[in-house]
């Protein structure tokens, strides 16, 4: 089942046609200027259907829901989760494995026989 991030939408809030480039740049996380640039001139010398392509890609696309991300550090997220999934598991994974860890570390001092750390609790009470 795909979420709904992780969709291609079209981005009619920072458009300047059909918002075709702005949802590129939403989807991939690159600069919504380089992808302009990059369309135009793409067009113009190399591939001419392309413009066909933008406007198949205008009328079929639907447009980004109101609301999709909450933080901006949430649309970096699904960004980088989009244009490479396996790097997102992998530093999910990482994170995991770390507080695993670190949860490992504070079980090992609460269940053994420390008497610094008894003296400690004792002080606080």
């Known amino acids: ?18 918002g075709v480039c702005a949802g590129v740049a939403d989807y991939t996380g690159i600069d919504v200027t380089w992808v302009r640039v990059a369309t135009v001139l793409t067009t113009i010398f190399a591939f001419q259907p392309l413009f066909l392509i933008y406007l198949v890609v205008g009328w ?6 109101a609301g999709l991300y909450d933080t901006t550090e ?3 997220f699904w960004q980088g989760t989009r244009a490479n999934p396996r790097r ?3 530093g999910l994974r990482s ?7 670190r949860l490992a570390d504070v079980e090992v001092m609460v269940t053994s026989r420390n008497n610094r750390l008894a003296q400690e609790i004792d002080a606080l009470r």
């Open 1 to 18: 089942m795909h979420d709904r991030r992780t969709k291609f939408y079209l981005d009619k809030q920072n458009r300047k046609w059909l």
């Open 60 to 65: 079929v696309a639907h447009a980004k829901p």
């Open 74 to 76: 949430e649309a970096k």
């Open 88 to 90: 997102s598991v992998n």
């Open 95 to 101: 994170q995991f494995r770390d507080i695993d860890r």
